[in-house]
């Protein structure tokens, strides 16, 4: 079965440091996503990747950049962290194709104090 | 542009109860449509799919019917249990776009 790895389970952070998120798949797919995850608003796109290098903004990609500079590797990026991105973040990735399902990972809860 | 609306939570059930969580959504063109679940300290996980009209999904006793002239993929479950206490999330998906989500619904149920 599908892998998605995210490196942190919980992750404590100060106002303006920059962060690191990573998400690792396995299995070869193209597209890859950060969604961030807040009560009563669901799951919000930050950016998606099609493919090596290739990106687009989601709804709320500001105050975040991303990285895919190898296929299975995902990294979302907050430049200079602040308590409004305190959020359980979800890495998922696919194979091309609307009728894919999203295969995710276990989500980091980040905080930023 | 493409989005979700479903059911606001939460919603509290005893077990052996009917469970019906809506969801309606808007689209261009003719989307693909999941239901995912996530149970306490997990992931997101895919619960049921349905990928054009009048399609049924269905996994786990659980079931939802893409209905084009409604825009609505509703799901059902005739008999729930303690263990289906979960985060229900509907989702659609265009082309090789994103997924979009729902704000989720919270089901509880009790013994």
């Known amino acids: 079965d599908v892998k998605v790895t995210q490196s942190s389970r919980y992750l404590v952070k100060r106002t303006g440091e920059k962060v690191f998120l990573e998400c690792v798949q396995d299995m070869d797919h193209e597209n890859m996503f950060w969604y961030r995850q807040d009560p009563g608003l669901g799951l919000r796109l930050i950016y998606f990747?099609?493919?090596?290098?290739?990106?687009e903004k989601g709804d709320i990609p500001e105050g975040y950049s991303v990285s895919r500079e190898k296929k299975e590797r995902f990294s979302l990026i907050l430049e200079s962290a602040s308590t409004n991105q305190t959020s359980m973040y979800l890495c998922?990735?696919?194979?091309?194709?609307?009728?894919?399902?999203?295969?995710f990972g276990s989500g980091t809860q980040l905080s930023v104090l | 542009g493409n989005s979700v609306t479903q059911m606001e939570g939460p919603v509290t059930l005893s077990e052996e109860a009917f469970l019906t969580i809506n969801c309606t959504y808007t689209?261009?063109?003719?989307?693909?449509l999941f239901w995912y679940v996530q149970y306490p300290g997990e992931g997101l996980q895919l619960l049921l799919k349905?990928?054009?009209?009048?399609d049924k999904g269905s996994n786990k006793g659980f079931e939802a019917t893409y209905r084009k002239e409604t825009t609505s993929f509703h799901l059902e479950k005739g008999s729930v249990q303690v263990s289906d206490s979960a985060v229900y999330f509907c989702?659609?998906?265009?082309?090789?776009?994103?997924?979009?989500f729902g704000a989720g619904t919270r089901l509880t149920v009790k013994p």
């Open positions: 689209a261009t063109g003719y989307p693909s």
């Open positions: 989702a659609l998906r265009r082309n090789n776009n994103d997924m979009r």
């Open positions: 990747s099609y493919d090596v290098k290739m990106k």
């Open positions: 349905a990928t054009k009209a009048d």
């Open positions: 998922a990735s696919s194979l091309r194709g609307a009728n894919e399902k999203l295969f």
